[in-house]
């Protein structure tokens, strides 16, 4: 009998088929591979950082996961926006998260059993459906592992400005400010959180305290303007009901403004009171003293090419300040209230 090239050639085609299609479905009932971040987890922990994103430069979670890794952190990273650049350039675009597609992401992690984190971090968030997302994401990881540290940088506003929609301030003050474990508001975000002014350092350390009260037990004004002097105030309630340990950092002040400053240090102060729990003073020092030299060498980089570094919006030298970030070397010391 004779069998035409094209019956060969089709049945080829069959048998090849087959065998592919048995080898996908044995796959397919295959159990996955273990996620090694879950299985042999890093001294340090796993992070969930929701924040902002650009493709260009230095904000959000391109200045908080590069960081955090450094210091040894398995992180993943949600973008609450995605930017062409930050906000200070002529113009931008990019897509915004909402609450839904947040919590479909949620959802997806959960569905593979990926939900397990030691720290959820935030930063910028620019609505209140979102942020109310943020609190359901929070009650879903501490639901699964009940000794999740929240840390929360509240992202409204700077030099008396929002640059939120003020609802934002009192979802922040009544829902979040209460289930968080650190807060690293600037001086302006203190003010709005506690409702009082700040214009003294006692000012600044009564603020502590009242958020204290409302909920977490660590917490960092990374920036305050007070009699001409720039001095960061952290405060650790390490009991309820207990007086807190405060301290103070002076912290030069500089003629230029940076874009990413503030999620960067707030990365690092997650990432080095993780390792020393107990001394948020040794944590501050060592985050303060990475970011001083930071941005030192980015005005030196700036002035290199030949650019007036107090004309507008600088990208800090991230990946430049690697050695810095990872052991820095530790200028500016702490000083204790008694």
């Known amino acids: ?67 955090l890794q450094l210091l040894g952190f398995d992180v993943d990273p949600i973008n609450s926006v995605q930017f062409s650049n930050h906000t200070g350039y002529p113009t931008f675009k990019g897509q915004v998260l909402d609450g839904k597609q947040l919590w479909d992401l949620i959802e997806g992690l959960e569905a593979n059993n990926l939900l397990f984190y030691t720290h959820l971090l935030t930063g910028y968030i620019g609505s209140v459906s979102f942020l109310t997302a943020v609190l359901e994401v929070v009650d879903k990881l501490r639901s699964i592992n009940p000794d999740l540290k929240y840390v929360c940088d509240p992202v409204m506003g700077d030099e008396g400005k929002l640059y939120v929609p003020p609802e934002l301030v009192s979802v922040y003050r009544e829902k979040v400010v209460p289930v968080a474990s650190m807060l690293t508001p600037n001086h302006f975000e203190a003010e709005q959180l506690t409702g009082s002014r700040i214009l003294s350092e006692q000012d600044g350390r009564e603020a502590c305290n009242i958020l204290h009260a409302a909920g977490p037990s660590k917490v960092v004004i990374t920036s305050m303007s007070v009699d001409g ?39 690092l102060l997650l990432g080095w009171s993780n390792k020393y729990p107990d001394n948020l003073d040794k944590a501050a020092e060592l985050a303060v003293s990475s970011v001083q030299s930071l941005l030192a060498r980015t005005l030196d980089d700036y002035r290199r090419v030949g650019y007036d570094p107090q004309s507008s919006s600088l990208e800090i030298r991230l990946i430049q300040s690697q050695d810095d970030i990872r052991s820095p070397e530790v200028k500016y010391k702490a000083e204790r209230y008694s």
């Open 1 to 67: 009998m004779l069998i035409s090239l094209t019956h060969t050639t089709s049945l080829y085609k069959i048998k090849t088929f087959n065998c592919r299609f048995r080898s996908f479905k044995n796959q397919a009932m295959a159990p996955p591979p273990p996620i090694l971040s879950l299985e042999l987890p890093s001294d340090t922990g796993r992070v969930l950082s929701l924040q902002s994103h650009t493709v260009q430069g230095y904000v959000g979670n391109k200045a908080a996961v590069f960081p």
């Open 229 to 267: 002097n720039l001095i960061l105030i952290g405060s650790h309630q390490k009991e309820k009901g207990q007086t807190p340990e405060q301290f103070k950092i002076l912290i030069p002040k500089i003629h230029a403004y940076f874009t990413g400053t503030g999620d960067l240090t707030t990365a």
